[in-house]
């Protein structure tokens, strides 16, 4: 009796560090990077953007997100992951709060290029600090640790639907937009208070042997070429669904009930997905993943009926942050544990390719007669492509 509740005691605090890194990616994910789609409409009212230029500024972010990737493991190596972890989380905020200062194109091009880089960091090294936590534990539990942590960004999500819409709904343009900036540094800074104390909780990944820190890419091919295509389809939707809502005459309620659905509907799906995406061999998991996430963002396009709109958001909110879950799952049964922080530096470098192009691409289209809804198009495409591809994903063992 003793062992077992020493043993939940044990789980329960793993499960509670695992949460206060959750808001590394609320902050790099949640709150830099999507919740951009509910200021977009006001900045490019206040500001005289086109679509192409509202695009442009998401892609800058995620070049941003793309170089950060390149330089993940480097820094992971020299500071180590803690540090690397709080240092990133750090400016991720900062740069968020420095977002509303000023309207110029030019420094605003910086902040969302700076919250990129230092978000994938935070990202790519939280993960490797969330995956250090399950090392030891079983299956089940390890799963659960990572749904966890990859649920952050459903919490960041959640929060701003809930903060946005209803504290700056009724302001005009011009100030809304400088106002819900406010309010994400706001959230970003108490998320960030909760994340040094789990990092410092944390305990490092194992170095890789001196001469042993390469592994074989072509290992994961097929799962790096999947998870390119997952960042184009994606943030395509992200990115510009609120628009295309906007413009189908939604009103701020609407909007914000239809972010915080998909923000919930990611958190909770984070722990319905991770024992199926442990079962499941090679890339299977990540084409099942995919392949729900296509439908979702598919639905709206079909009608805006209320019914169709939060079936999108519960669909696509409930799928997006597993194929993240999905795509680290193939790596960490593919590679050894030293390996682990090198291989997700390596996936989220596709991915951070991918959702570069997505933007501009959706963005172009959007310009178009058409409208948005092309550019909305494209993701659902980009997303049924990537499931096939992952298929093609083989089940390997780790070997040394």
């Given at each position: 009796?003793?062992?077992?509740?020493?043993?939940?005691?044990?789980?329960?605090?793993?499960?509670?560090?695992?949460?206060?890194?959750?808001?590394?990616?609320?902050?790099?994910?949640?709150?830099?990077?999507?919740?951009?789609?509910?200021?977009?409409?006001?900045?490019?009212?206040?500001?005289?953007?086109?679509?192409?230029?509202?695009?442009?500024?998401?892609?800058?972010?995620?070049?941003?997100?793309?170089?950060?990737?390149?330089l993940a493991s480097p820094i992971?190596?020299?500071?180590?992951?803690?540090?690397?972890?709080?240092?990133?989380?750090?400016?991720?905020?900062?740069?968020?709060?420095?977002?509303?200062?000023?309207?110029?194109?030019?420094?605003?091009?910086?902040?969302?290029?700076?919250?990129?880089?230092?978000?994938?960091?935070?990202?790519?090294?939280?993960?490797?600090?969330?995956?250090?936590?399950?090392?030891?534990?079983?299956?089940?539990?390890?799963?659960?640790?990572?749904?966890?942590?990859?649920?952050?960004?459903?919490i960041g999500i959640a929060l701003?639907?809930?903060?946005?819409?209803?504290?700056?709904?009724?302001?005009?343009?011009?100030?809304?937009?400088?106002?819900?900036?406010?309010?994400?540094?706001?959230?970003?800074?108490?998320?960030?208070?909760?994340?040094?104390?789990?990092?410092?909780?944390?305990?490092?990944?194992?170095?890789?042997?001196?001469?042993?820190?390469?592994?074989?890419?072509?290992?994961?091919?097929?799962?790096?070429?999947?998870?390119?295509?997952?960042?184009?389809g994606y943030i395509a939707y992200?990115?510009?669904?609120?628009?295309?809502?906007?413009?189908?005459?939604?009103?701020?309620?609407?909007?914000?009930?239809?972010?915080?659905?998909?923000?919930?509907?990611?958190?909770?799906?984070?722990?319905?997905?991770?024992?199926?995406?442990?079962?499941?061999?090679?890339?299977?998991?990540?084409?099942?993943?995919?392949?729900?996430?296509?439908?979702?963002?598919?639905?709206?396009?079909?009608?805006?009926?209320?019914?169709?709109?939060?079936?999108?958001?519960?669909?696509?909110?409930?799928?997006?942050?597993?194929?993240?879950?999905?795509?680290?799952?193939?790596?960490?049964?593919?590679?050894?544990?030293?390996?682990?922080?090198?291989?997700?530096?390596?996936?989220?470098?596709?991915?951070?390719?991918?959702?570069?192009?997505?933007?501009?691409?959706?963005?172009?289209?959007?310009?178009?007669?058409?409208?948005?809804?092309?550019?909305?198009?494209?993701?659902?495409?980009?997303?049924?492509?990537?499931?096939?591809?992952?298929?093609?994903?083989?089940?390997?063992?780790?070997?040394?």
């Amino acid at each position: 009796m003793v062992r077992s509740n020493l043993a939940r005691n044990n789980h329960t605090k793993t499960y509670l560090t695992a949460l206060g890194l959750a808001f590394g990616p609320a902050i790099a994910l949640g709150l830099a990077r999507f919740a951009y789609a509910l200021v977009l409409p006001d900045m490019k009212s206040a500001l005289s953007w086109s679509f192409t230029t509202a695009g442009v500024m998401n892609t800058l972010n995620a070049l941003g997100y793309l170089f950060g990737a390149i330089l993940a493991s480097p820094i992971d190596r020299k500071l180590g992951g803690r540090k690397a972890f709080i240092y990133a989380t750090s400016i991720t905020t900062a740069s968020i709060l420095a977002t509303p200062i000023s309207s110029n194109l030019l420094l605003l091009s910086l902040f969302r290029l700076i919250s990129g880089v230092a978000g994938a960091v935070t990202f790519i090294t939280g993960a490797g600090l969330a995956s250090e936590l399950g090392r030891r534990k079983s299956q089940t539990h390890s799963a659960v640790i990572l749904g966890i942590y990859f649920s952050g960004g459903g919490i960041g999500i959640a929060l701003s639907g809930i903060a946005i819409p209803n504290l700056v709904g009724s302001l005009p343009a011009a100030s809304a937009w400088r106002w819900s900036w406010i309010i994400l540094g706001v959230l970003a800074f108490c998320g960030l208070l909760a994340c040094i104390p789990a990092a410092i909780a944390s305990g490092e990944l194992p170095a890789a042997p001196i001469g042993n820190d390469n592994w074989a890419k072509s290992k994961l091919k097929a799962a790096i070429s999947s998870y390119a295509l997952f960042g184009v389809g994606y943030i395509a939707y992200m990115t510009f669904i609120i628009a295309y809502l906007k413009n189908q005459g939604a009103h701020s309620l609407e909007l914000s009930s239809f972010w915080v659905v998909l923000g919930v509907s990611a958190i909770l799906a984070s722990f319905t997905w991770s024992k199926p995406l442990e079962l499941l061999k090679g890339g299977k998991g990540i084409a099942l993943v995919m392949g729900v996430l296509a439908i979702g963002s598919m639905l709206p396009l079909i009608s805006n009926q209320p019914l169709f709109v939060f079936s999108s958001a519960v669909i696509f909110g409930g799928t997006f942050l597993s194929v993240v879950t999905a795509v680290t799952t193939v790596a960490r049964k593919t590679l050894l544990p030293h390996h682990w922080t090198s291989a997700i530096a390596v996936l989220t470098i596709s991915f951070a390719i991918g959702q570069s192009l997505g933007p501009v691409m959706a963005g172009a289209l959007s310009n178009g007669p058409a409208g948005v809804k092309l550019g909305l198009e494209l993701s659902t495409i980009v997303l049924a492509l990537g499931a096939l591809v992952s298929l093609a994903q083989p089940h390997r063992e780790p070997t040394s």
